[in-house]
Protein backbone atom coordinates (compact mmCIF):
# COMPACT_ATOMS: atom_id res chain seq x y z
CA UNK A 1 0.00 0.00 0.00
CA UNK A 2 1.18 3.63 -0.05
CA UNK A 3 1.01 3.79 3.39
CA UNK A 4 3.38 1.29 3.82
CA UNK A 5 3.12 -2.02 5.98
CA UNK A 6 4.51 -0.44 9.06
CA UNK A 7 6.77 -2.31 11.53
CA UNK A 8 6.29 -2.44 15.16
CA UNK A 9 6.95 -4.40 18.11
CA UNK A 10 3.22 -4.54 19.59
CA UNK A 11 2.65 -3.02 22.68
CA UNK A 12 4.68 -5.01 25.17
CA UNK A 13 4.58 -8.06 27.19
CA UNK A 14 2.51 -6.23 29.67
CA UNK A 15 -0.71 -6.98 28.29
CA UNK A 16 -1.06 -9.99 29.98
CA UNK A 17 -4.09 -9.16 32.59
CA UNK A 18 -6.12 -6.39 32.48
CA UNK A 19 -6.89 -4.25 29.30
CA UNK A 20 -3.74 -4.23 28.14
CA UNK A 21 -2.47 -0.34 27.82
CA UNK A 22 -1.59 -0.64 31.53
CA UNK A 23 1.55 -1.97 31.53
CA UNK A 24 2.93 1.39 30.33
CA UNK A 25 4.66 3.78 33.46
CA UNK A 26 3.68 6.94 34.39
CA UNK A 27 6.89 8.72 33.61
CA UNK A 28 5.55 8.90 29.63
CA UNK A 29 2.41 10.32 30.59
CA UNK A 30 3.33 12.76 32.54
CA UNK A 31 6.23 13.41 29.16
CA UNK A 32 2.90 13.26 26.75
CA UNK A 33 1.30 15.86 29.26
CA UNK A 34 4.17 18.57 28.90
CA UNK A 35 4.48 17.68 25.24
CA UNK A 36 0.71 18.46 24.85
CA UNK A 37 0.78 21.43 26.63
CA UNK A 38 3.16 23.07 24.09
CA UNK A 39 6.79 21.21 23.73
CA UNK A 40 7.53 22.63 27.18
CA UNK A 41 6.74 26.38 25.96
CA UNK A 42 5.07 27.14 28.80
CA UNK A 43 6.70 25.19 31.50
CA UNK A 44 9.75 27.16 33.45
CA UNK A 45 12.24 25.02 35.06
CA UNK A 46 14.29 26.61 37.86
CA UNK A 47 16.95 28.60 36.05
CA UNK A 48 20.43 26.57 36.17
CA UNK A 49 24.04 27.67 36.10
CA UNK A 50 24.59 27.79 32.13
CA UNK A 51 20.99 29.64 32.22
CA UNK A 52 22.29 32.52 34.74
CA UNK A 53 25.34 32.23 32.06
CA UNK A 54 23.29 33.06 29.14
CA UNK A 55 21.59 35.90 30.56
CA UNK A 56 24.53 37.77 32.02
CA UNK A 57 26.30 36.96 27.85
CA UNK A 58 22.85 38.07 26.27
CA UNK A 59 22.80 41.30 28.58
CA UNK A 60 26.81 42.14 27.53
CA UNK A 61 26.41 41.91 23.70
CA UNK A 62 23.59 44.27 24.30
CA UNK A 63 24.79 46.79 26.33
CA UNK A 64 28.48 46.89 27.08
CA UNK A 65 30.55 44.55 24.27
CA UNK A 66 34.23 44.59 24.45
CA UNK A 67 35.38 43.14 21.35
CA UNK A 68 37.15 45.80 19.83
CA UNK A 69 37.66 47.87 22.20
CA UNK A 70 37.38 51.44 21.13
CA UNK A 71 34.52 53.23 19.98
CA UNK A 72 33.45 51.08 17.80
CA UNK A 73 32.18 48.48 20.52
CA UNK A 74 28.79 51.14 21.05
CA UNK A 75 27.80 50.82 17.46
CA UNK A 76 28.60 46.70 17.65
CA UNK A 77 26.21 47.02 20.34
CA UNK A 78 23.46 49.22 18.82
CA UNK A 79 23.56 46.11 16.33
CA UNK A 80 23.48 43.33 18.82
CA UNK A 81 20.48 45.11 19.88
CA UNK A 82 18.76 44.98 16.59
CA UNK A 83 19.51 41.47 16.29
CA UNK A 84 17.82 40.92 19.07
CA UNK A 85 14.91 43.22 18.38
CA UNK A 86 14.22 40.92 14.82
CA UNK A 87 15.53 37.85 16.63
CA UNK A 88 17.92 36.53 14.60
CA UNK A 89 21.42 36.64 14.37
CA UNK A 90 24.71 36.38 17.09
CA UNK A 91 26.04 38.62 18.76
CA UNK A 92 29.42 39.56 19.54
CA UNK A 93 30.55 40.78 22.10
CA UNK A 94 33.92 39.32 23.89
CA UNK A 95 37.01 37.80 21.90
CA UNK A 96 37.29 34.95 24.58
CA UNK A 97 33.42 34.09 24.81
CA UNK A 98 31.16 32.43 22.18
CA UNK A 99 28.95 34.84 20.81
CA UNK A 100 25.33 34.68 21.34
CA UNK A 101 22.79 33.14 19.07
CA UNK A 102 19.75 35.75 19.32
CA UNK A 103 16.29 33.51 18.48
CA UNK A 104 12.95 34.85 18.52
CA UNK A 105 12.29 33.49 22.13
CA UNK A 106 14.91 35.74 23.46
CA UNK A 107 13.01 38.37 25.84
CA UNK A 108 14.27 41.64 23.47
CA UNK A 109 12.20 40.39 20.55
CA UNK A 110 9.86 42.62 19.83
CA UNK A 111 7.68 40.32 16.85
CA UNK A 112 5.70 38.47 19.63
CA UNK A 113 2.05 38.68 20.66
CA UNK A 114 -0.61 36.73 22.29
CA UNK A 115 -3.40 35.14 20.95
CA UNK A 116 -6.18 32.47 22.26
CA UNK A 117 -6.56 29.25 21.87
CA UNK A 118 -10.09 26.95 22.63
CA UNK A 119 -9.25 24.29 25.22
CA UNK A 120 -10.19 20.78 24.51
CA UNK A 121 -12.84 19.14 26.61
CA UNK A 122 -12.24 15.83 25.53
CA UNK A 123 -11.05 13.46 28.63
CA UNK A 124 -8.63 10.92 29.00
CA UNK A 125 -11.31 8.17 29.12
CA UNK A 126 -12.22 8.89 24.82
CA UNK A 127 -8.86 7.48 23.68
CA UNK A 128 -8.49 10.54 21.29
CA UNK A 129 -5.21 10.97 19.44
CA UNK A 130 -4.23 13.45 16.61
CA UNK A 131 -2.47 12.13 13.88
CA UNK A 132 -0.88 14.96 11.39
CA UNK A 133 -0.25 13.21 7.82
CA UNK A 134 1.84 15.86 5.58
CA UNK A 135 -1.04 14.48 2.62
CA UNK A 136 -3.62 15.76 1.33
CA UNK A 137 -7.34 15.29 2.62
CA UNK A 138 -8.39 13.36 -0.77
CA UNK A 139 -5.31 11.32 -0.36
CA UNK A 140 -6.39 10.24 3.07
CA UNK A 141 -9.81 9.96 2.64
CA UNK A 142 -9.72 7.91 -0.60
CA UNK A 143 -6.75 5.04 1.64
CA UNK A 144 -8.38 5.23 5.15
CA UNK A 145 -9.03 1.59 4.94
CA UNK A 146 -5.17 1.34 4.05
CA UNK A 147 -4.61 3.78 6.56
CA UNK A 148 -6.34 1.70 9.44
CA UNK A 149 -4.57 -1.68 8.58
CA UNK A 150 -1.11 0.10 8.56
CA UNK A 151 -2.08 1.69 11.87
CA UNK A 152 -3.06 -1.76 13.48
CA UNK A 153 0.25 -3.17 12.47
CA UNK A 154 2.21 -0.60 14.03
CA UNK A 155 0.26 -1.50 17.42
CA UNK A 156 1.11 -5.30 16.43
CA UNK A 157 -1.66 -6.96 14.98
CA UNK A 158 -3.59 -7.64 17.90
CA UNK A 159 -6.77 -8.97 17.17
CA UNK A 160 -8.33 -7.67 20.59
CA UNK A 161 -7.36 -3.93 19.12
CA UNK A 162 -9.57 -2.44 16.77
CA UNK A 163 -8.73 1.16 15.13
CA UNK A 164 -11.48 3.31 14.34
CA UNK A 165 -10.95 6.69 12.97
CA UNK A 166 -13.22 9.87 14.72
CA UNK A 167 -12.67 12.39 11.83
CA UNK A 168 -10.83 13.95 8.86
CA UNK A 169 -10.05 17.53 8.82
CA UNK A 170 -7.95 19.65 6.06
CA UNK A 171 -5.32 22.00 7.28
CA UNK A 172 -2.88 24.30 5.74
CA UNK A 173 0.44 23.27 4.02
CA UNK A 174 -1.98 20.36 2.55
CA UNK A 175 -1.49 18.62 5.68
CA UNK A 176 -4.67 16.57 7.17
CA UNK A 177 -5.61 16.04 10.58
CA UNK A 178 -6.85 12.66 11.34
CA UNK A 179 -8.65 12.15 14.82
CA UNK A 180 -8.20 8.15 16.00
CA UNK A 181 -9.12 6.50 18.78
CA UNK A 182 -7.90 2.47 19.82
CA UNK A 183 -11.09 -0.17 21.04
CA UNK A 184 -9.80 -3.17 23.33
CA UNK A 185 -11.70 -5.90 23.80
CA UNK A 186 -11.24 -8.55 26.25
CA UNK A 187 -11.68 -12.11 26.77
CA UNK A 188 -14.93 -11.92 28.59
CA UNK A 189 -16.84 -9.86 25.66
CA UNK A 190 -16.75 -6.33 27.21
CA UNK A 191 -14.88 -3.67 25.32
CA UNK A 192 -13.29 -0.25 26.45
CA UNK A 193 -11.03 2.83 24.91
CA UNK A 194 -7.74 2.37 25.04
CA UNK A 195 -6.94 5.68 27.34
CA UNK A 196 -5.68 8.94 25.12
CA UNK A 197 -2.32 9.11 27.17
CA UNK A 198 -1.61 5.44 26.68
CA UNK A 199 -1.92 5.18 23.21
CA UNK A 200 -0.17 8.33 22.70
CA UNK A 201 2.56 7.66 25.28
CA UNK A 202 3.12 3.99 22.74
CA UNK A 203 3.16 6.04 19.50
CA UNK A 204 5.86 8.22 21.12
CA UNK A 205 8.38 5.36 21.09
CA UNK A 206 11.25 5.32 19.50
CA UNK A 207 10.50 2.75 16.88
CA UNK A 208 6.58 3.32 16.41
CA UNK A 209 7.28 7.18 15.81
CA UNK A 210 9.70 6.17 12.96
CA UNK A 211 6.97 3.88 11.49
CA UNK A 212 4.55 6.39 12.05
CA UNK A 213 6.82 8.88 9.99
CA UNK A 214 7.08 6.40 7.80
CA UNK A 215 3.19 6.84 7.19
CA UNK A 216 3.71 10.43 6.55
CA UNK A 217 3.00 11.09 10.47
CA UNK A 218 4.70 14.94 11.16
CA UNK A 219 3.11 15.32 14.39
CA UNK A 220 1.10 13.41 16.93
CA UNK A 221 -0.47 14.75 20.12
CA UNK A 222 -3.75 13.85 22.94
CA UNK A 223 -6.88 15.47 22.56
CA UNK A 224 -7.48 15.69 26.30
CA UNK A 225 -8.96 18.94 28.43
CA UNK A 226 -6.80 20.42 30.99
CA UNK A 227 -6.85 19.50 34.45
CA UNK A 228 -7.55 23.06 36.76
CA UNK A 229 -3.65 22.82 38.36
CA UNK A 230 -2.53 22.38 34.70
CA UNK A 231 -4.47 25.80 33.98
CA UNK A 232 -3.35 27.22 36.70
CA UNK A 233 -0.03 26.68 36.13
CA UNK A 234 0.25 27.66 32.05
CA UNK A 235 -1.47 31.05 33.13
CA UNK A 236 1.00 31.70 36.13
CA UNK A 237 4.06 31.13 34.40
CA UNK A 238 4.78 33.08 31.39
CA UNK A 239 6.10 31.63 28.05
CA UNK A 240 9.48 32.04 27.32
CA UNK A 241 10.63 35.11 25.90
CA UNK A 242 7.40 36.34 26.81
CA UNK A 243 7.21 39.84 29.08
CA UNK A 244 5.04 39.04 32.19
CA UNK A 245 3.14 42.18 31.71
CA UNK A 246 2.12 41.46 28.54
CA UNK A 247 0.87 37.86 29.73
CA UNK A 248 -0.95 39.18 32.69
CA UNK A 249 -2.54 41.80 30.41
CA UNK A 250 -3.49 38.97 28.20
CA UNK A 251 -5.18 36.97 30.77
CA UNK A 252 -7.28 39.82 32.00
CA UNK A 253 -8.41 40.76 27.98
CA UNK A 254 -9.48 36.75 27.96
CA UNK A 255 -13.20 36.90 26.55
CA UNK A 256 -13.81 33.45 27.69
CA UNK A 257 -11.75 32.06 30.50
CA UNK A 258 -13.69 29.04 30.75
CA UNK A 259 -12.92 28.21 27.35
CA UNK A 260 -10.08 29.99 26.03
CA UNK A 261 -6.29 30.07 27.14
CA UNK A 262 -3.81 32.72 26.23
CA UNK A 263 -1.18 31.54 23.81
CA UNK A 264 2.32 33.42 22.81
CA UNK A 265 2.92 34.00 18.59
CA UNK A 266 6.16 34.32 17.98
CA UNK A 267 7.56 35.48 15.05
CA UNK A 268 5.91 35.78 11.72
CA UNK A 269 6.25 32.35 10.69
CA UNK A 270 3.79 31.37 13.73
CA UNK A 271 0.96 34.48 12.59
CA UNK A 272 1.32 33.25 8.87
CA UNK A 273 0.08 29.88 10.34
CA UNK A 274 -2.60 30.90 12.86
CA UNK A 275 -3.86 33.54 9.90
CA UNK A 276 -4.29 29.73 7.75
CA UNK A 277 -6.11 27.84 10.33
CA UNK A 278 -8.42 30.83 10.70
CA UNK A 279 -8.97 30.77 7.12
CA UNK A 280 -8.96 27.38 6.78
CA UNK A 281 -11.87 27.21 9.51
CA UNK A 282 -13.62 30.03 8.05
CA UNK A 283 -14.17 28.23 4.74
CA UNK A 284 -14.72 25.47 6.81
CA UNK A 285 -17.94 27.37 8.76
CA UNK A 286 -18.96 28.76 5.11
CA UNK A 287 -19.75 25.26 4.06
CA UNK A 288 -21.49 24.05 6.56
CA UNK A 289 -23.54 27.24 6.97
CA UNK A 290 -23.93 26.49 2.82
CA UNK A 291 -25.10 23.31 3.50
CA UNK A 292 -27.69 24.52 6.44
CA UNK A 293 -28.65 26.82 3.72
CA UNK A 294 -29.68 24.36 1.14
CA UNK A 295 -31.06 22.17 4.26
CA UNK A 296 -33.48 25.18 5.32
CA UNK A 297 -34.49 25.60 1.59
CA UNK A 298 -35.55 22.28 0.95
CA UNK A 299 -37.45 21.96 4.38
CA UNK A 300 -39.14 25.17 3.41
CA UNK A 301 -39.75 23.45 -0.06
CA UNK A 302 -41.45 20.37 1.32
CA UNK A 303 -43.22 22.64 4.12
CA UNK A 304 -45.00 24.45 1.09
CA UNK A 305 -45.54 20.97 -0.17
CA UNK A 306 -47.21 19.60 2.96
CA UNK A 307 -49.41 22.41 3.47
CA UNK A 308 -49.98 22.40 0.02
CA UNK A 309 -51.35 18.23 0.16
CA UNK A 310 -53.08 18.93 3.56
CA UNK A 311 -55.50 21.62 1.88
CA UNK A 312 -56.04 19.03 -0.72
CA UNK A 313 -56.93 16.34 1.74
CA UNK A 314 -58.70 19.40 3.97
CA UNK A 315 -60.77 19.84 1.18
CA UNK A 316 -61.28 16.23 0.04
CA UNK A 317 -62.29 15.01 3.57
CA UNK A 318 -64.85 17.69 4.26
CA UNK A 319 -66.31 16.24 0.12
CA UNK A 320 -66.35 12.77 2.07
CA UNK A 321 -68.22 13.71 5.08
CA UNK A 322 -71.27 15.58 2.99
CA UNK A 323 -71.31 12.21 1.20
CA UNK A 324 -70.97 10.17 3.89
CA UNK A 325 -73.87 12.23 5.49
CA UNK A 326 -76.06 12.38 3.13
CA UNK A 327 -75.20 8.31 2.70
CA UNK A 328 -76.19 8.07 6.59
CA UNK A 329 -78.97 10.37 5.81
CA UNK A 330 -80.49 8.33 3.17
CA UNK A 331 -79.98 5.00 4.89
CA UNK A 332 -81.48 6.19 7.95
CA UNK A 333 -84.84 7.80 6.08
CA UNK A 334 -85.07 4.29 4.41
CA UNK A 335 -84.50 2.68 7.78
CA UNK A 336 -86.96 4.19 9.70
CA UNK A 337 -89.88 4.20 6.58
CA UNK A 338 -92.96 3.28 8.23
CA UNK A 339 -92.06 4.02 11.40
CA UNK A 340 -93.53 6.82 13.93
CA UNK A 341 -91.63 9.46 15.06
CA UNK A 342 -90.08 8.76 17.59
CA UNK A 343 -89.54 10.91 21.26
CA UNK A 344 -85.95 11.87 20.99
CA UNK A 345 -86.49 13.06 16.72
CA UNK A 346 -89.30 14.67 18.18
CA UNK A 347 -86.82 16.86 20.64
CA UNK A 348 -84.27 17.09 17.93
CA UNK A 349 -86.97 18.53 15.08
CA UNK A 350 -88.01 21.25 17.91
CA UNK A 351 -84.61 22.08 18.58
CA UNK A 352 -83.81 22.45 15.11
CA UNK A 353 -87.23 24.47 14.82
CA UNK A 354 -85.89 26.74 17.59
CA UNK A 355 -82.91 27.23 16.15
CA UNK A 356 -84.68 28.48 12.96
CA UNK A 357 -86.76 30.34 14.25
CA UNK A 358 -83.84 32.13 16.36
CA UNK A 359 -81.97 32.41 12.69
CA UNK A 360 -85.04 34.54 11.07
CA UNK A 361 -85.68 36.62 13.56
CA UNK A 362 -85.56 40.19 12.49
CA UNK A 363 -83.58 41.20 15.26
CA UNK A 364 -81.65 37.91 15.84
CA UNK A 365 -78.67 36.64 13.80
CA UNK A 366 -80.91 37.15 10.63
CA UNK A 367 -80.86 40.79 10.77
CA UNK A 368 -76.65 40.68 11.74
CA UNK A 369 -76.20 38.52 8.98
CA UNK A 370 -77.66 41.09 6.01
CA UNK A 371 -76.11 43.89 7.91
CA UNK A 372 -72.78 42.20 7.40
CA UNK A 373 -73.65 40.65 3.68
CA UNK A 374 -75.02 44.54 2.91
CA UNK A 375 -71.20 45.69 4.47
CA UNK A 376 -69.76 42.93 2.01
CA UNK A 377 -71.03 43.85 -0.69
CA UNK A 378 -70.44 47.75 -0.22
CA UNK A 379 -66.95 47.20 0.53
CA UNK A 380 -66.70 44.95 -2.83
CA UNK A 381 -68.13 47.67 -4.47
CA UNK A 382 -66.09 50.75 -3.33
CA UNK A 383 -62.83 48.56 -3.46
CA UNK A 384 -63.60 47.18 -7.35
CA UNK A 385 -64.28 51.19 -7.91
CA UNK A 386 -60.88 51.91 -6.67
CA UNK A 387 -59.03 49.26 -7.81
CA UNK A 388 -60.66 50.12 -11.42
CA UNK A 389 -61.07 46.08 -11.96
CA UNK A 390 -62.57 44.72 -15.03
CA UNK A 391 -64.61 42.22 -15.08
CA UNK A 392 -64.82 39.88 -18.39
CA UNK A 393 -68.17 37.73 -19.46
CA UNK A 394 -68.19 34.10 -20.10
CA UNK A 395 -68.26 33.73 -24.28
CA UNK A 396 -71.59 31.83 -24.49
CA UNK A 397 -73.48 34.02 -21.70
CA UNK A 398 -72.12 36.83 -24.13
CA UNK A 399 -73.33 35.37 -27.23
CA UNK A 400 -77.06 35.23 -25.43
CA UNK A 401 -76.42 38.98 -24.62
CA UNK A 402 -75.81 39.78 -28.04
CA UNK A 403 -78.46 37.91 -29.35
CA UNK A 404 -81.06 38.90 -27.19
CA UNK A 405 -80.10 42.43 -28.20
CA UNK A 406 -80.08 41.55 -32.17
CA UNK A 407 -83.70 40.54 -31.25
CA UNK A 408 -84.85 43.56 -29.08
CA UNK A 409 -83.29 45.69 -31.80
CA UNK A 410 -85.35 43.80 -34.65
CA UNK A 411 -88.81 44.44 -32.48
CA UNK A 412 -87.72 47.93 -32.60
CA UNK A 413 -87.52 48.04 -36.09
CA UNK A 414 -90.25 46.77 -36.79
CA UNK A 415 -92.30 48.66 -34.26
CA UNK A 416 -90.35 52.05 -36.09
CA UNK A 417 -91.64 50.55 -39.74
CA UNK A 418 -95.04 50.29 -38.52
CA UNK A 419 -95.25 53.44 -37.36
CA UNK A 420 -94.14 55.22 -40.20
CA UNK A 421 -96.80 53.13 -42.47
CA UNK A 422 -99.44 54.65 -40.27
CA UNK A 423 -98.27 58.08 -40.44
CA UNK A 424 -98.07 57.74 -43.72
CA UNK A 425 -102.05 56.47 -44.00
CA UNK A 426 -102.88 59.53 -41.51
CA UNK A 427 -101.12 61.77 -43.82
CA UNK A 428 -103.24 60.22 -46.78
CA UNK A 429 -106.16 60.72 -44.73
CA UNK A 430 -106.04 64.05 -43.64
CA UNK A 431 -104.57 65.05 -47.36
CA UNK A 432 -108.29 63.75 -48.63
CA UNK A 433 -110.10 65.21 -46.41
CA UNK A 434 -108.87 68.50 -47.00
CA UNK A 435 -109.83 68.36 -50.86
CA UNK A 436 -113.18 66.92 -50.13
CA UNK A 437 -114.06 70.21 -48.66
CA UNK A 438 -114.36 72.96 -51.43
CA UNK A 439 -116.00 70.17 -53.64
CA UNK A 440 -118.99 70.15 -51.15
CA UNK A 441 -118.88 73.89 -50.40
CA UNK A 442 -119.55 74.47 -53.92
CA UNK A 443 -122.43 72.34 -54.20
CA UNK A 444 -124.13 73.47 -51.47
CA UNK A 445 -123.85 76.67 -52.49
Not at 17 to 22: A, D, R, S
Not at 204 to 212: D, F, G, H, M, P
Not at 327 to 335: C, N, P, S
Request: glycine residues 8%; charged residues 20%; proline residues 4%.
Amino acid sequence: TSFGTGTGTGLGSGLGTGLGFGGFGTQQQQQQQQTTLGSGLFNQPAQTPAQSNQLINTASALSAPTLLGDERDAILAKWNQLQAFWGTGKGYFNNNIAPVEFTQENPFCRFKAVGYSLMPNNKDEDGLVVLVFNRKEADIRSQQQQLVESLHKILGGNQTLTVNVEGVKTMPDDQTEVIIYVVERSPNGTSRRVPATTLYAHFEQANIKSSLQQLGVSLSMARTELSPAQVKQLLQNPPAGVDPIIWEQAKVDNPDPDKLIPVPMVGFKELLRRLKVQDQMTKQHQTRLDIISEDISELQKNQTTTMAKIAQYKRKLMALSHRTLQVLIKQEIQRKSGYAIQADEEQLRVQLDTIQCELNAPTQFKGRLNELMSQIRMQNHFGAVRAEERYYIDADLLREIKQHLKQQQEGLSHLISIIKDDLEDIKLIEHGLNESIPIRGGVFS
